[in-house]
């Protein structure tokens, strides 16, 4: 049986399974400021977006099975309405907490596995409009140039674009589109 942890702000678990941490989450998850997993099994991002409503800080790195146990895109997930740093670095799609992180300003996500990343989708519901700095890497499929332009238009307060090399866009399409950046959006760096 797990006890309410008091004053426990941040969590950082490495190497676990998610079933074990999950109590926590459940008791104690309203008080976290910061959770870090690593290389953790069955994250179920629901149970973070429910129980950790005061979240800033969320970085899963290398957790191989994200899951969105009984629950969608339209589900309320408070735990991501606070979120200002996400950073997902996983081999299955990690676009779970996107619709959901209305307020967050620095976006890292890398993905290099199956996935069914769809950023207009993302878009369409949260248009991330205070985020600062997208670094978003995607080592399988490809982003669609509509999407490109989706993200330029929507992050109006954008000043670094980071990953754009692995999006899969053709040379041609892809130096016409960093001439347009750089002549509508003079202060966006691209990395």
């Not at 490495?14 to 941490?21: E, F, I, M, S, T």
């Not at 926590?24 to 977006?49: A, E, M, P």
Request: proline share 2%; glycine share 6%.
């Amino acid at each position: 049986m797990v006890k309410e942890v008091k004053n426990l702000q941040v969590l950082r678990l490495q190497n676990d399974k998610l079933p074990h941490v999950k109590g926590v989450l459940l008791i104690s998850g309203w008080q976290l400021l910061v959770l870090k997993f690593v290389r953790l099994i069955g994250v179920d991002v629901k149970v973070i977006g429910e129980k950790c409503s005061s979240l800033k800080n969320l970085v899963l790195r290398s957790c191989n099975t994200l899951v969105l146990e009984n629950g969608s895109y339209n589900d309320l997930l408070p735990g991501f309405s606070c979120l200002r740093h996400l950073a997902a670095y996983t081999k299955s799609d990690s676009s779970h907490t996107l619709p959901h992180s209305f307020n967050v300003s620095h976006v890292s996500t890398v993905t290099k596995g199956t996935c069914d990343f769809n950023i207009e989708n993302v878009l369409r519901r949260n248009q991330f409009h205070f985020i600062q700095d997208l670094h978003m890497e995607l080592h399988v499929g490809q982003l669609l140039m509509s999407a490109a332009r989706m993200i330029m238009d929507s992050c109006i307060k954008l000043k670094v674009l980071k990953g754009i090399t692995t999006w899969s866009i053709n040379s041609y399409a892809l130096q016409n589109f960093l001439h347009e950046v750089k002549q509508a959006y003079r202060g966006v760096q691209i990395l």
